[in-house]
């Protein structure tokens, strides 16, 4: 296992979760790259390393907070074993079967951060933020997916302009 893109994956969410997340927030909605990764990773990857990057993302994002460090890396481990046996069931060649995946694991995950951060106001914070959030992320993965299986290509991009 070669961890290099696994700490340049981890140094992008230190940087989306310090410098970017203000930047690329619309109304206080924001993308959840985190958890976003961590599916990504589930997806291309072994089930070892889904389960381990996903610790380690849930023990970056959570740094700040020392007493819900644990709870982070458990829901991310999670999600990424979770999106890991959920490609072994499905079949994931479709765009649409991948987006359905994202927008599931993002969404619980957005759920389950309300959860353990917050404990006021529940259901206004799943309605303005969860939901929001995990269709934002959605628009970035619809990007990413487009781009790895060669929708969006610099040909076809010329052709238009």
């Given amino acids: 296992m070669k961890a290099i893109p696994y700490v340049f994956y981890l ?24 958890a976003f990764l961590v599916i990504a990773v589930a997806l291309y990857k072994t089930e070892t390393i889904a389960a381990w990057f996903g610790f380690g993302a849930g023990l970056l994002l959570a740094a700040g907070r020392p007493d819900v460090i644990g709870w982070h890396a458990l829901i991310l481990a999670f999600l990424g ?22 927008a599931s694991g993002v969404l619980l995950h957005n759920i389950l951060e309300t959860l353990v951060d917050q404990t006021q106001g529940l259901l206004y914070l799943l309605w303005s933020s969860a939901i929001p959030g995990a269709l934002y992320t959605c628009i970035l ?14 040909q076809k991009l010329k052709a238009i302009f």
């Fill in 81 to 102: 074993l979770t999106a890991f046996h959920v490609r072994e069931r499905l079949n994931l060649d479709s765009l649409y079967a991948k987006m359905l995946l994202v």
């Fill in 141 to 154: 993965a619809l990007l990413f997916f487009s781009i790895k299986e060669g929708h969006i290509t610099i």
């Fill in 11 to 34: 140094a992008l969410i230190a940087m989306h979760q310090v410098i970017w997340r203000d930047v690329t927030s619309i109304f206080g909605v924001t993308i959840n790259l985190t």
